[in-house]
T-cell receptor, first 114, second 115 residues
């Protein structure tokens, strides 16, 4: 079985500040890791994913996450946030080689203030 | 039009009533899922289906049932709704075959309130 812990339930920041949303996981097997974003009144959409290869993965809107196997972490970062990044962010894990039953963290609400 | 469509988007009902939430998809995916979202609890899997004849319970299936009427349709039923089933419900799909990545594609959600 796997589990995901998002260490912060809410992260308020000012516009153009850097941000880090923390995610730790536990699993007895190799995993795939994901960050999903949920904008207000919408469903979740994939932000970025780690499957294999380079441990640093990037999204098209400036977010990046680094897979750290020794620390079992997959923290999400952005060097300069915008008002439009305000959303809830979910870290998720699935067993590598088996693409069902994603396990989600409880979410981190990122609020970007002007 | 959305690739994953849920109806209704909002529903208020009373304790003891039967409720059906419907999901249809145009992505051509084999796998479909129902999740429940509660504030501070993230998403929890209710049921999932790998094809029309393969339906599986998730971590919180008690009080729910599902029907996979076709590859593109997956409905969730609450036979006798209770207030603690008040939540936001999401349908999702994923593809099989070579794309073993676990990526899910979500509908916009159905907000259910049980009074």
């Amino acid at each position: 079985a796997q589990s995901v812990t998002q260490l912060d339930s809410q992260v308020p920041v000012f516009e153009e500040a850097p941000v880090e949303l923390r995610c730790n996981y536990s699993s007895s097997v190799s995993v795939y890791l994901f960050w999903y974003v949920q904008y207000p009144n919408q469903g979740l959409q994939l932000l970025l994913k780690y499957l294999s290869g380079s441990t640093l993965v990037e999204s098209i809107n400036g977010f990046e996450a680094e897979f750290n196997k020794s620390q079992t972490s997959f923290h999400l970062r952005k060097p300069s946030v915008h008002i439009s990044d305000t959303a809830e962010y979910f870290c998720a894990v699935s067993p590598g080689g088996s693409n069902y039953k994603l396990t989600f963290g409880k979410g981190t609400l990122l609020t970007v203030n002007p | 039009d959305a690739d994953v469509t849920q109806t209704p988007r909002n529903r208020i009902t009373k304790t003891g009533k039967r409720i059906m939430l419907e999901c249809s998809q145009t992505k051509g995916h084999d796998r479909m899922y129902w999740y429940r979202q509660d504030p501070g609890l993230g998403l929890r899997l209710i049921y999932y289906s790998f094809d029309v004849k393969d339906i599986n319970k998730g971590e919180i299936s008690d009080g729910y049932s599902v029907s996979r009427q076709a590859q593109a349709k997956f409905s969730l039923s609450l036979e006798s709704a209770i207030p603690n089933q008040t939540a936001l419900y999401f349908c999702a799909t994923s593809e099989t075959g070579n794309s073993r990545t676990g990526e899910l594609f979500f509908g916009e959600g159905s907000r259910l309130t049980v009074l």
